[in-house]
């Protein structure tokens, strides 16, 4: 019988910045050490040293860059490996029981698509067991097993999903999510000095920040705190005294101030992929994309036009790294429906805002449209949820819409 | 049901050296290709990269030289891991079926004692259906997996041991080991450049050999051939055409020339302690070395000397890493008997020489002590089997000694 944890459990997950020397590594330790010092049973969650991975990709790609992803993912896993033994042997220099963990040694199960593979399951039985004997527990986070035994990785931003998962599986607290900026902001600071630190926002709206393009966390590890109402707090590592500012974002009801719009979000990720002349006739949609979901690429905006003459054009978006592959297949749909033109447009960028407070409030849309019109910025696409509105616009005005909505949502420091 | 294996399995160990680079790493690929081409089933195994593992040294000594093993167990695996993936991607870029198994994953089990584990059992299931299914198998040396789940490491020359080990499991033909020289020699050629290639010796005289200090062949692994009586070949990866010469490591009645002595062997890796003056009683030999031998230091040469006094002393030499260790576990058992003295030696070395034929001939040890008087060079200790003859000495004679001991057995080339 598993001894109950009756502290709080936290988890802590830190990037590769934060564990990119031994002497960062000591200082993630010494934090560790101080939450620990406060009661509280840690559990820590770490990506691959700065720069490690890159090196694993490079003599990957020096060999043979087609190869299969098993074999990646056995390599590219190692980079983690090693932290977790780093940071656990820093730990217990400094006193501290510990014992790491690979993600297979965790218990993180996943399905078997190696290189983003997804987690069907943790058994944080033995975490728990080490929590209650007072130990830190140290996770190599961006891994997992499949039912074979084979070693998978969980693609990008994976180690947010670790953390967020494992958060889940052990009922934690909170899942602390420690990288290189204190918190989010109501846009990328790097393109808009004035962007504002938010303290609070909503599980709902990260999720969208995060799927628009918003770097600081993950949308799988936000999807997976959504979907199980994880609390998650953004803090920066390079904070030595545990004093600075953070965003902790949580479910609604728990967040006082609801504003209209809480920030802008973009990327430069998605490609733009078009069919035209396909004859219209039921299930083409599912016929057409069903082979690009078949190959494990996710399709993001869509727009599908009917014509006069009965045909039908598809528009949709996809990953840059997937786009060459996506016009493979396209190409070789089009043949089988005679489809007028298969094309591809990669210089363009994605511009969004979100907000909870949109829901109650029309006109939203509208007064974006309006602000990219002011500047003569052409929408390509438009795409709206409950409490998002995304346009697709040409990379190059990217900066300028940014700046702009971010002024005509009132976003600018006080 | 496994499927039969009906081809002639060849396990092949590749060091550090021999993948040492992407451009490295393509050669062993087209030699196993080679091999496969002609109609053998091949299992690989790889050490690290060489370099690798001193990086990950060089981090844990900057985190916590003294930490624990089983962290240090954690880090130090990774460096095979990676080079199983690269060589896989290697193998299947030139069209090769392939899988790589970490050892844990190729089910190699071992004991707890993290940094020197010992196998205990291979289950080759997995790897025989792959090889019924014409794959190369691709497996990480110098590692295993513990009963509790935990990644092992083998120890100095681990890889050694894993091929051999799987070898054994997998009723393989041979065990062929791929260096950076061509076999075995009479003694080492960087130190005698006369020495000569053997061709072919028996495995008792390599065990010899091995634990002697030929560095060729790892000692456990050729322990292991010997007890399940598995052939090994020793040949060098830097040769193209698999044309060169080779040695086979074989039982002695395959071995048609039966020469006096086989080769002279050395070490510098011992080192000497002592301890006097204890009161000699039943037992006393066990309760002194038994706390050494119990912290899993392994115990070379032993000389117990018994006084007029009833007391009596011990000396007796352990591995140079463990010499600290050994001197003050020593130094608390000192105590406790009232020991004289407690003292260690290190600048010696071992110099021996080895053969099957000494068995039938007498006076070979008298003609070693010979050629060392006749070069004024004092003997510490002298340890001797049925076939081989060591001795201890100042490790200033050691290059001396090996010279006229090569010499005076006529083991210089014709």
Redesign the interface.
């Known amino acids: 019988m598993v001894e109950e944890v009756k502290s709080r459990i936290v988890v802590q997950k830190y990037g590769g910045t934060s564990v990119g020397s031994?002497e960062r590594?000591?200082e993630v330790a010494k934090r560790v050490i101080r939450h620990r010092d406060r009661g509280e049973s840690i559990v820590v969650v770490v990506s691959a040293m700065s720069g490690e991975t890159n090196k694993?990709v490079a003599?990957?790609n020096?060999?043979?860059p087609t190869?299969?992803s098993?074999?990646?993912d056995?390599?590219l896993?190692?980079g983690e490996?090693?932290t977790?033994?780093?940071l656990?042997?820093?730990l217990?220099?400094k006193g501290c029981p510990v014992?790491?963990y690979?993600g297979p040694?965790a218990g993180v199960k996943t399905d078997n698509s190696f290189s983003k593979a997804r987690i069907s399951q943790i058994d944080g039985t033995k975490i728990k067991q080490d929590l209650s004997k007072g130990k830190v527990v140290v996770v190599a986070g961006f891994q997992g097993v499949d039912a074979e035994?084979?070693?998978t990785t969980l693609g990008r931003g994976g180690s947010d999903t670790t953390a967020v998962a494992l958060a889940v599986a052990l009922d934690a607290a909170e899942c602390q999510i420690y990288t290189d900026v204190d918190g989010v902001y109501t846009t990328d600071p790097r393109m808009v000095p004035e962007a504002s630190h938010i303290p609070k926002l909503a599980l709902e709206e990260m999720l969208e920040m995060a799927s628009q393009g918003s770097k600081v966390l993950q949308i799988r590890a936000v999807e997976f705190a959504y979907k199980y109402d994880m609390p998650i707090r953004v803090l920066s590592s390079f904070d030595e005294g545990d004093n600075g500012k953070s965003t902790l974002v949580t479910r609604e009801e728990d967040i006082m101030e609801e504003v209209l719009v809480r920030g802008v979000a973009f990327n430069r990720d998605e490609t733009l992929l078009t069919i035209t002349g396909v004859p219209d006739q039921p299930g083409v949609a599912f016929k057409i994309l069903g082979p690009i979901s078949d190959a494990n690429i996710e399709i993001d905006m869509i727009v599908q036009n009917i014509g006069e003459d009965g045909s039908t054009d598809f528009t949709f978006t996809v990953h840059r790294d997937d786009h060459d592959q996506a016009k493979e297949i396209l190409s070789s749909v089009g043949d089988k429906f005679n489809a007028e033109k298969v094309g591809g447009v990669t210089n363009i960028a994605k511009v969004s805002i979100v907000g909870g407070g949109m829901r109650s409030h029309a006109g939203v849309a509208t007064r974006m449209f309006e602000a990219l019109a002011n500047e003569n910025i052409n929408i390509r696409m438009i795409s709206t949820s409950e409490i998002k509105v995304a346009v697709l616009i040409d990379e190059k005005y990217l900066e300028l819409a940014v700046r702009c909505l971010h002024e005509a949502f009132g976003l600018d420091k006080p």
Do not use: Y
């Open positions: 031994a590594i000591k694993l003599l990957i020096e060999l043979n190869g299969s098993r074999e990646k056995m390599i896993s190692t490996q090693v977790i033994g780093l656990s042997l820093a217990e220099a014992i790491s690979t040694q035994g084979n070693i």
